[in-house]
């Protein structure tokens, strides 16, 4: 009875010893091969539209529409996490990786610039590129407002061996004064859900549109006008009889 016993327990001894050898090991994160995606290229929605970021190579060309960001951003925080200099030379791309250095040529004045892409945008139809107050001011943005651009790709800012773009803010540029431009004020509300739903009704205008918050307003915003006869042509030309010319 005793050999019995010991002859069923060896039995079973055998067979859970290959059971355990048939199963298949669990992977650990060191031995499955997978990298880790950024964040920086992980796909986002934005207004319900989905963006994957793609990599790419130097030479690569893209042709839209430019547009620029100014002091309303100025020292917040970027898509890299990078707080926005109004005076560096960067810009915003929807797609392109972060630290990608472009050339950008204004195709309807021939001034060009380079930047470095730090963050996600413009989120308008037909806009590549947002560029910042100097690279706009470069390419003649601050008088047109937005423009026919073609982007180059030149490398990437920590692959380059020699740095092209300047970070420092020149002496000679200033911030942009009060009185200096028009912007059509197309709405005022106390709820910012309000001027978002007016900003997204109106985005796909040829000229930027933005929100200011101004308390207890936000404002909607058509922005980009030199002068007075600038704005009025425009308003006239997109039927906003409604909104209001104002002086910034």
Not at 204 to 221: C, D, G, M, N, Q
């Amino acid at each position: 009875m005793v050999r019995f016993k010991g002859w069923i327990w060896w039995l079973l001894f055998c067979l859970l010893w290959l059971l355990s050898g048939c199963q298949e090991p669990t992977p650990s994160s060191s031995s499955s091969g997978y990298k880790q995606t950024k964040a920086t290229m992980r796909a986002y929605t934005v207004r319900g539209v989905t963006y994957t970021p793609v990599q790419v190579q130097t030479g690569q060309t893209m042709y839209g529409i430019s547009s620029w960001y100014g002091k309303d951003f100025h020292g917040k925080k970027t898509s890299n996490g990078e707080a926005y200099n109004m005076y560096a030379r960067t810009a915003a791309h929807k797609t392109w990786p972060m630290n990608t250095i472009v050339r950008v040529t204004n195709l309807q004045n021939g001034h060009s610039t380079v930047v470095r892409i730090n963050d996600r945008g413009p989120f308008v139809a037909g806009r590549v590129i947002d560029c910042s107050y100097l690279a706009g001011k470069e390419l003649g943005l601050d008088k047109s407002g937005v423009a026919k651009v073609k982007l180059e790709v030149l490398g990437n800012a920590k692959t380059l061996k020699r740095p092209i773009v300047k970070t420092k803010a020149p002496v000679a540029i200033k911030p942009p004064k009060r009185g200096n431009f028009y912007v059509i004020q197309l709405g005022a509300f106390h709820y910012f859900s309000g001027a978002k739903r007016l900003e997204a009704e109106y985005r796909r205008l040829p000229k930027a549109v933005r929100i200011k918050e101004e308390k207890p307003l936000y404002r909607v915003w058509v922005v980009g006008f030199s002068s007075r006869a600038e704005a009025e042509v425009f308003q006239k030309r997109h039927h906003l009889e409604r909104a209001t010319i104002m002086k910034r």
